[in-house]
């Protein structure tokens, strides 16, 4: 339990320092749509099997063409040792549900959960939060890029 605690805010203070610096350098890096495919929402774990403590998810906005940057703050939040998944914003609805699936309960058990978006995609994160919240499951960290017209924010 020790060990968890340690890993936990270790993690929460460097992805804050990671997210916020990366994350502009990201989302500017292009707008091609060459390779975007849906998020495996079977990766959706309690535990991380990268150095770093926590699980990121991560949401591209409408149709993905212009969220690019979410695949790109992906790749450099696992060279820093993080677990990413990116997922499509048709997916919200389902990856809500399977986060509450696989994190009910285990709140004591996991690790931190990260919750990134850009445009529509932010918007949906605040919805999946909202519905975590719902679950009695604590989000450690919630970022909004770009936010079109997001839902009101959880009181955690």
Excluded: W
């Excluded at 804050?16 to 495919?37: I, M, P, R, T």
Aim: charged share 20%.
């Amino acid at each position: 339990m020790t060990t968890m605690l340690t890993r936990r805010n270790i993690f929460r203070r460097n992805i804050f320092a990671a997210v916020l610096a990366l994350a502009s350098l990201a989302l500017f890096s292009g707008c091609s749509s060459q390779g975007l495919q849906n998020g495996d929402l079977n990766a959706i774990q309690i535990s991380s099997t990268e150095p770093r403590a926590g699980n990121v998810y991560l949401e591209r906005g409408l149709i993905g063409v212009f969220s690019t940057g979410m695949d790109v703050l992906a790749e450099q939040l696992r060279a820093a040792g993080m677990r990413c998944h990116v997922y499509q914003d048709a997916q919200h609805d389902y990856l809500g549900d399977q986060l509450v699936k696989v994190y009910r309960g285990k709140t004591n058990e996991r690790e931190p959960l990260v919750l990134i978006g850009h445009s529509y995609g932010a918007d949906d994160v605040v919805g999946i939060c909202r519905k975590l919240n719902d679950a009695n499951i604590p989000v450690d960290l919630l970022v909004t890029v770009d936010a079109t017209t997001p839902p009101m924010y959880p009181r955690t």
